[in-house]
């Protein structure tokens, strides 16, 4: 029988799907699966899109030689599941059935659970979801919006905001317990977080709220976005897709890529300064908001996610927030390894992996 010494990591994002290899902390191939806009409109759900996301990867498994005997778990990025705290979860069947439901709304990322545990069911190996962007650790506080019907809710980066947490406490030679740290993952959508000695205790909602990004609006003057809702001309779904993905950038500029919008800047562009300058300010104003969440007590500002690749922009916010505390740059994330992590966390016994049933609230 062949040895079972393989992790593999399942992340599916809106025009992607990354497939990795792990064997112990080492990557032994990663694999980036394009998905193009045509591909996917067959697709009425997001979940419908299960069985040929599958094919793709175990077509890409034989294509590469890894066999799914030789794996020892499968971990998928976990998706928009019930409120519940961080850390690696098994996925069990409850779990799968809120995937499919869409229990907090529809995301690429929650076929990640349902691909990880199709593969790992054929083998009688475990599958696994880590730090799911349903991630709630919320004070109680944070939860009251204003209008009871309406919660605040937390979604969010969580993978890459608790890995960059523990690197920056590494780094630092530090535990992340003693640290208080503020997150901002700037990447097609903005999260910022602030992390009270290892708890994202608040942030804004990804998905709705907070700067604008890329392709996301943020939050907007509800008054004028109720206006435009009855006004007659746009459907349901128009407006849902104006806010996300047709938001941000890509609304002011027609584009989602941050590197043209720095090209444009660069060759005087005005309308493109305004709009990009407009997106570092606003994330400079979220991450002052969130100091005040940690009473001013911040030991560092974290910038992260494909856009701090970009000297332009967190240069502004540097000079917007360094007066808080100083601000470390790690552009880009490491979601693939982040979920390996969270695997290899449990397998040696550091800490235990959660079961979804025991940690949520399920009314139903
Ligand atoms: N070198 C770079 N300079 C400026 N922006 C960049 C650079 N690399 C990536 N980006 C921008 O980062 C954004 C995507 O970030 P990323 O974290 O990859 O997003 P996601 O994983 O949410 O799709 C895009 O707007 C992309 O153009
Ligand atoms: C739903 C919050 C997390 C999020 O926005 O992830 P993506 O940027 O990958 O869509």
């Known amino acids: 029988m062949m040895e079972r010494k393989y ?16 064997q112990g902390k080492e990557k032994v191939i990663l694999k980036k699966i394009e998905h193009s806009a045509s591909d996917l409109e067959k697709f009425d759900k997001i979940t419908d899109q299960y069985e040929y996301r599958l094919k793709l990867i175990m077509d890409w498994l034989e294509e590469v030689g890894i066999k799914t005997s030789s794996l020892v778990a499968v971990v998928g990025r ?6 519940m705290p961080g850390g690696t979860y098994l996925v069990t069947e409850k779990m799968i059935k809120d995937l499919k439901a869409g229990v907090q709304g529809e995301h690429a990322s929650n076929l990640g659970g349902m691909l990880a545990k199709g593969i790992a069911d054929k083998e009688g190996i475990k599958a696994y979801i880590v730090d799911p962007v349903a991630v709630d650790e919320f004070d109680d506080i944070a939860r009251i919006s204003g209008m009871p019907e309406i919660p605040r809710r937390s979604l969010l980066h969580a993978l890459n905001i608790k890995a960059v947490s523990y690197r920056a406490a590494e780094e630092l030679g530090e535990e992340l317990k003693n640290l208080n740290l503020i997150v901002a993952h700037l990447g097609g959508g903005i999260s910022v977080a602030p992390v009270k ?6 942030v804004n909602n990804a998905n709705e709220m ?17 206006k435009m809702c009855y006004s007659g001309k746009y459907t349901y779904k128009e407006i849902k897709n104006k806010l996300r993905g047709k938001g941000g950038l890509v609304g002011y500029l027609g584009t989602n890529d941050a590197k043209e919008v720095t090209l444009m800047v660069k060759n005087g562009d005005k309308k493109a ?12 104003k979220e991450i002052g908001a969130m100091a005040t969440v940690l009473e001013g007590k911040v030991d560092r500002i974290i910038l992260t996610g494909g856009l701090a690749y970009s000297d332009l922009l967190t240069d502004y916010i540097k000079r917007m927030v360094e007066f808080i505390a100083p601000v470390i740059v790690y552009p880009g994330e490491d979601e693939m390894e982040a979920l390996n992590g969270g695997v290899l966390r449990v397998l040696s016994g550091k800490e235990k992996e959660k079961i979804y049933e025991n940690e949520v609230r399920i009314d139903d």
């Open 197 to 202: 000695k290892g708890k994202i205790v608040d």
């Open 78 to 83: 976990g998706g928009l599941l019930r409120p």
């Open 210 to 226: 907070g700067p604008f990004s890329p392709e996301r609006t943020g939050g907007l003057p509800v008054g004028d976005l109720i």
């Open 7 to 22: 992790v593999l990591a399942i992340n599916p994002g809106s025009t992607s799907t990354k497939v990795a290899v792990y």
């Open 273 to 284: 300064k305004l709009i990009f300058d407009a997106m570092a300010y606003q994330i400079g």
